[in-house]
């Protein structure tokens, strides 16, 4: 789809925003050069007619992408996860959509619900209400199982969302294009890269079977933390275009009359909030990216429910402990510790001078610790940290700024809930324990058996594979035959005796 007739799209698009003001926000915020401008303004300026008013209450890039509907909205919260593509200040303002936006009929819900699971409505739910919620891509409707009477959640995509967002996003490819060929310097931001990966986060959030994979998993990591809870996917009720899940009562996070009324302890709800995002990104490498306050709910008893798992974020291990050893770091202001960490992670090329980076970094944690304890932002910390590694050629990692993200409206979560509290006081215990259990004696014995674990599966094919590279060793470098047996046996020694130190080592752990 992918073409000239995309133009029309570029152009209502770059008329919107000439119309709500939000051309000259973007384009300063881009740092646009001279060529870029240009044909924003050949685009916008003539067609200012057709583009759309929005919310002359919003601000103007708010206003401009709410008025240009459900895939510039999601875009958008795409794009406040890339401070580094957009700029701080935009994906601030960004950070702020809503994507609240006017339901479907309900008649068009159940007849997708039928198609979808290829029964009547009224033959899998004695109850089936109208809208409790609508987003940009779905919609949620309150319903009762036919069977048993359970009150459930039903998730239903909006009708044609698909082919809406397929047209928007080729629109999307094209002016990524635009800028590349119009303004080289942006090119290392890589803007193809960008719609790409906004291209494969909306493709799964369209198939609610992937949404609800990721909350079993995340249910099933979580199935064990106290004072947090995750609803139940019913898979037999859930397809493509419908996900089914448990009905969790409870008040909203941000409605905090009702938690007053309920009798919680806010400060508790806000320490925990900020604890189990730590805990789940440290310990698990799997965390809810999108927890703001409302896809969070407060039971009845108090615990925390998460909701909407559109949005996940992963962790390789090794990242995990190169996080927690930075955060370790500045808690304890070992910033010469911090540093190499980020040289020893490959983060920072190992021609610059680690004690000029130390130096840096200091620079960074010095003016935060200085606040007084309620103000200090483990989010603000990172973002500036993110600055400076930068400037000593770090390249740019998409786990690490969703990740600083997160952990961003997190803190916000929190200090609605407790203006006054302290982030590092609530975060230290999980970061400590964290690195307690990971990167201690045990953690180390635990890395030797599973190294012995791996090399246990290829050993029936050590001694072929040590025969062949003697070979072609023996090509190019003449060798004593016995000298190529006696490597080949030092080799297989060199093998068995790491797995008897680690299973050994296993053994005493």
Known sequence: MRGPHNIWRLIR?????????????VLDQLDAPRELRIAARVLGWPFKWLGYDGDPDLPPVTRAITALGPSYIKF?????????????????????????????????????IERD?????????????????????????????????????????????????????????????LIEILSPQARRLRPMDVIAHFDATVEQELDLRTEAAAAGEFKANTARDEGFEVPAVDWNLSGRAVMTLDWEEGAQMADLAAIDAAGHDRAALADRVLQVFLRHALRDGYFHADMHQGNLKVSPSGDIIALDFGIMGRLDEYTRRVYAEILMGFIRKDYRRVAEVHFEAGYVPADRDVDLFAQALRAVGEPIFGMDASRISMGRLLAYLFEVTERFGMETRTELILLQRTMVVVEGVARTLNPHMNIWQAAGPEVERYIRENLGPRAFARDLTRTARVLARFGPHLPQAVEDALRRTERTVVLPP???????????????????????ISGLT
């Open 117 to 177: 699971l290829g029964m009547p409505v009224d033959v899998l739910f004695s109850e089936f209400s109208e809208p409790v919620a609508a987003a940009s891509i779905a919609q949620v409707h309150q319903a009762r199982r036919a069977d048993d009477g359970r009150k459930m959640a039903v998730k239903v995509l909006r009708p044609g969302i698909a082919r809406a967002f397929r047209r928007d996003i080729d629109a999307f490819y094209m002016a990524a294009r």
């Open 13 to 25: 698009t770059a008329g919107t925003f000439e119309r709500t003001g939000a051309m000259d926000v």
């Open 482 to 504: 016995r000298t190529g047996r006696t490597r080949a046996l030092w080799f297989l020694l060199g093998v068995g005796a790491t797995l008897a130190a680690a299973l050994a």
């Open 76 to 112: 958008g919260q795409i794009l406040s996860t890339r401070p580094d593509f957009v700029g701080g200040d935009l994906a601030l303002q960004l950070r702020v959509l809503q994507d609240k936006l006017p339901p479907f009929p309900t008649a068009e819900a159940r007849a997708m």
